[in-house]
């Protein structure tokens, strides 16, 4: 573990502007609601904090782990034994001509709403996805045919030693749920290019958008959304289903009843319940359909 928490926390303190915690328990920051502790967070001020974040994590060799609203993230029992950095103070969001950019902090439902009030449509089909704009663009989020690469038109990040860098689309070669950024780079914002359209009639699609996935996906509990990704001509969600698991439960979680592609929490679940229940989702679809599975949540940290 190296140092000791306290002394890299005051350290972090000393050069830092924003803010610094160690020991923090990340269960309750992640959309999954498990996990044990981290070894420090950090809430950088601005750019330059967190340039100041990164090169001080690069010269000692620490893992970062980027923590914007916890979606789409399984952090170990056993905790986080790095830096966490929160893109808390990221949350600009303003209207430029067809144009919106959104720090990568900002909420996608807090996104949406703005661009329905903006009556600029092109991004209704993020529409339930419960993370912040940082992660739906590294991760290439989507849904309904479409995904966030599709929109994107600048995107700004930070690298360790190199800066503060602007790329345009045609130099981030987005893939399906990916968006092939350089490893290492933390995102601060996007900007996204949209087409006019009567704010209502944004509202509605959303509204009928929000409809469909209650109805469709476990929306009652707490989970990192889609398990794995869907496999070329299939969705991973029919898969688990065929293999007859939908409903399997492993401590208190479970594959859910509702959607194959989602293992839910029903409460007090550890990660541990939830890698054996994508374990056995991944070993009964290879043994009946000859697909494996790809996760498309991360897993950080250490077991217990």
Not at 87 to 92: E, G, I, K, T, V
């Amino acid at each position: 573990m190296g140092r000791p928490e306290g002394e890299l926390a005051g350290r972090l303190r000393r050069r830092l502007r924003g803010k610094v915690e160690s020991h923090v328990p990340l269960a309750r920051q992640t959309s999954f609601g498990v996990g044990g502790p981290a070894r420090v967070v950090v809430s950088p001020a601005d750019e330059a904090d967190l340039l100041e974040c990164l090169n001080l994590a690069a010269s000692e060799g620490m893992p970062v782990l980027i923590l914007g609203a916890g979606s789409n993230t399984l952090i170990r029992d056993g905790g986080f034994p790095g830096m966490v950095i929160r893109p808390d103070a990221f949350r600009m969001l303003e209207r430029q001509g067809e144009r919106i950019t959104a720090g990568a902090g900002v909420r996608i439902s807090r996104l949406l709403a703005f661009g329905a009030k903006q009556g600029l449509s092109g991004l209704e089909i993020l529409t339930g996805v419960p993370g912040t704009v940082g992660g739906a663009v590294w991760g290439n989020a989507g849904a309904w045919g479409g995904a966030v690469g599709d929109r994107v038109v600048t995107v700004r990040i930070v690298r360790a030693a190199e800066g503060t860098m602007e790329l345009p689309r045609a130099a981030i070669p987005f893939r399906y749920r990916a968006s092939g950024l350089p490893a290492g780079a933390v995102i601060t914002r996007a900007t996204f290019g949209l087409v006019p359209g009567e704010g209502g009639d944004v509202r509605r699609c959303i509204s009928a958008y929000l409809v469909q996935r209650s109805r469709k996906q476990p929306v009652e509990y707490r989970s990192a959304g889609s398990i794995f990704k869907n496999p070329p001509g299939d969705y991973a969600g029919r898969l688990v289903e065929a293999a007859g698991l939908k409903g399997s439960r492993i401590g208190n979680a479970q594959i859910s009843e509702k959607h194959g592609n989602f293992i839910v929490n029903l409460g007090g679940a550890r990660a541990a319940d939830i890698l054996a229940l994508v374990e056995l989702a991944k070993r009964r679809v290879r043994e009946a359909a000859g697909v494996e599975l790809e996760l498309e949540m991360q897993v950080v940290g250490e077991d217990t």
